[in-house]
T-cell receptor, first 112, second 114 residues
Framework: AQSVTQLGSHVSVSEGALVLLRCNYSSSVPPYLFWYVQYPNQGLQLLLKYTTGATLVKGINGFEAEFKKSETSFHLTKPSAHMSDAAEYFC??????????FGQGTRLTINP | DSGVTQTPKHLITATGQRVTLRCSPR?????VYWYQQSLDQGLQFLIQYYNGEERAKGNILERFSAQQFPDLHSELNLSSLELGDSALYFC?????????????FGSGTRLTVV
């Protein structure tokens, strides 16, 4: 079975600073990996995904993530935080056409 | 607009009642997934349907049931509601070829049981 661990339920950074949200996964077979963002009172929006190929994946809003098989990690980064990035971020894993398994989420706060 | 439509957006009902949540998947998607999001449990997978057939079941209570109709829309039925069932219920859909094409989520139904 697959599982996801997001390190840090809350992350706070200053506007303009680097954003780093950590995600580690467990899967017995090559996984698909995803990051979703949820703004207050809204649904889940796909930021980026890794399926196969290039391990550095670029997504929307300047976010990117790197798949590191040796570390079973898929950390999300953004070079310069913006106030509009404040939201809840979820890392998720799936295998084949199976369900998405989510981490517990990381709430990102941006300080002016 | 993600292409996945969930209705209603908000629902307030009393304990012991029964409600039905509806989901229309994105055009061309055959799989529908239901998730429950609560503060204490996070995002929990409930059930998956593929082209009308149940494909996978997660932590879905016996009081809950779902189905997918020939037009591919899906309904999640919640009965004998309890206060603890208050949550945000999401529907997602995906392409027939599997998760590599991603999962598209609806905006959710917020259920409040009073």
């Amino acid at each position: 079975a697959q599982s996801v661990t997001q390190l840090g339920s809350h992350v706070s950074v200053s506007e303009g600073a680097l954003v780093l949200l950590r995600c580690n996964y467990s899967s017995s077979v090559p996984p698909y990996l995803f990051w979703y963002v949820q703004y207050p009172n809204q649904g889940l929006q796909l930021l980026l995904k890794y399926t196969t190929g290039a391990t550095l994946v670029k997504g929307i809003n300047g976010f990117e993530a790197e798949f590191k098989k040796s570390e079973t990690s898929f950390h999300l980064t953004k070079p310069s935080a913006h106030m509009s990035d404040a939201a809840e971020y979820f890392c998720a894993v799936s295998v084949g056409a199976q369900k998405l398994v989510f981490g517990q989420g990381t709430r990102l706060t941006i300080n002016p | 607009d993600s292409g996945v439509t969930q209705t209603p957006k908000h629902l307030i009902t009393a304990t012991g009642q029964r409600v039905t949540l509806r989901c229309s998947p994105r055009s061309g998607d055959l799989s529908v997934y239901w998730y429950q999001q609560s503060l204490d449990q996070g995002l929990q997978f409930l059930i998956q349907y593929y082209n009308g057939e149940e494909r996978a079941k997660g932590n879905i209570l016996e009081r809950f049931s779902a189905q997918q109709f020939p037009d591919l829309h899906s309904e999640l039925n919640l009965s004998s509601l309890e206060l603890g069932d208050s949550a945000l219920y999401f529907c997602a859909s995906s392409r027939p070829t599997g998760g590599g094409n991603g999962y598209t989520f609806g905006s959710g139904t917020r259920l409040t049981v009073v």
